[in-house]
């Protein structure tokens, strides 16, 4: 009899809780002049996120939830295209590409890959497509922009290819071998050029280790590289170096500790580096190294995760992913230092493009 009470007082409770409603989704348009921020949220935890800031400071945390019903990004966000009217949205462990409209934010569509395949960087290849690196396939694959289909499945490049970009006729690709994990195969930590006409490797730049990045500076025709080194090694700072397509070499090479990101100024070719200090800003042809604002990440505490470019505005943004765990910020930062302002958003801001 007591267990007939308990049951019945069970459904009651249980008929008594409200039964949790989607959000109501708003159809207002972005405010223009903002920057779209992908936070990764946690791995394989379904919280990616796609925020948006205003040039006031004002952020609106997940653009995708809030204008679009029952729908997430995804899982596990790793970078952004702005391309027109439309934002292509990595989810890598979703294994896809999801676009949506650039004013509003309303879903258009996604690019979908086989199962299994995890779509990790892009570059914008012409009008019409893009490339993406294939972290755990060690390749690159094109896409149609305006399809919404993939053009080419596999381009082979190294191992764990992770940035990447395109300038003249070439595509630089950064094969990380993720660091110590896969160090000792063939191509780990080297930048695979490939041509853009058929995407077959045409040269191989090599001792990067734990490479991460490639960053065009187009306007004066070089590509910056950045990578981590590796952690076993007893000297594993990390750096920049800067390569001249003109010559095949390296023609600057300068370190850094833990670098997390690099951004180049397209009017003066200064380039700003994320690193374990705070972010230095460093000029080629001066060789010279400016501190430009100082801060130490702690162990998973204010941890200065990321660094972008704002257009818009010709200022730098650092995503800041706190204690990875919980919302991270975006701080806005003019070209002297100063901190214009300080945004909230998702779990662990990675990406930007405004």
């Given at each position: 009899m007591r267990f007939v009470i308990y049951v019945i007082v069970a459904l009651v409770v249980v008929r008594c809780v409200p039964v949790p409603s989607a959000p109501d989704v708003t159809t207002t348009p972005l405010t223009p002049g903002g920057v779209f921020v992908v936070c990764e949220g946690l791995w394989r935890q379904n919280n990616a996120t796609l925020s948006y800031c205003t040039p006031s400071g004002t952020s609106e945390r997940d653009v995708v939830s809030t204008r679009n019903a029952d729908l997430r990004l995804g899982d596990t966000g790793s970078d952004i295209l702005v391309r027109g009217d439309s934002v292509y949205v990595c989810a890598s462990s979703s294994g896809s590409i999801e676009v949506f409209h650039r004013n509003t934010g309303i879903w258009q569509g996604r690019i979908l890959f086989e199962r299994g395949r995890e779509p990790y960087k892009l570059a914008l290849l012409n009008d019409t497509s893009a490339v993406c690196s294939i972290l755990n396939e060690d390749c690159i694959a094109e896409v149609h922009l305006r399809k919404l289909t993939v053009r080419v499945a596999k381009a082979p490049t190294g191992p764990a290819p992770e940035g990447l970009c395109v300038m003249g006729n070439n595509i630089y690709v950064a094969n990380s071998g993720l660091g110590d994990l896969r160090s000792k195969e063939e191509g780990a930590g080297t930048v695979s050029i490939l041509d853009v006409r058929d995407l077959r490797i045409v040269n191989t730049v090599r001792g990067l280790p734990n490479v991460m990045d490639c960053i065009a500076d187009a306007r004066r025709n070089r590509v910056w590289i950045v990578y981590r080194?590796?952690?076993?090694?007893?000297?594993?700072?990390?750096?920049?170096?800067?390569?001249d397509p003109a010559t095949n070499s390296i023609i600057d090479?300068?370190?850094?500790?833990?670098?997390?990101?690099?951004?180049?100024?397209?009017?003066?070719?200064?380039?700003?580096?994320?690193?374990?200090?705070?972010?230095?800003?460093?000029?080629?042809?001066?060789?010279?190294?400016?501190?430009?604002?100082?801060?130490?990440?702690?162990n998973g505490n204010d941890v200065w995760y990321s660094l972008g470019w704002w257009r818009e505005q010709n200022i730098l943004l650092v995503g800041n992913a706190r204690s990875y765990v919980t919302d991270g910020e975006v701080i806005a930062i003019d070209l002297n230092g100063n901190v214009r302002f300080r945004s909230s958003v998702g779990l662990n801001p990675a990406a930007f493009e405004d």
């Open positions: 080194n590796l952690t076993s090694l007893p000297d594993s700072l990390g750096g920049v170096v800067l390569f090479h300068q370190r850094f500790a833990s670098p997390k990101g690099l951004v180049v100024d397209p009017e003066t070719g200064r380039i700003y580096v994320l690193h374990l200090m705070g972010v230095h800003s460093y000029d080629h042809d001066t060789r010279s190294t400016t501190p430009l604002i100082e801060h130490r990440s702690g």
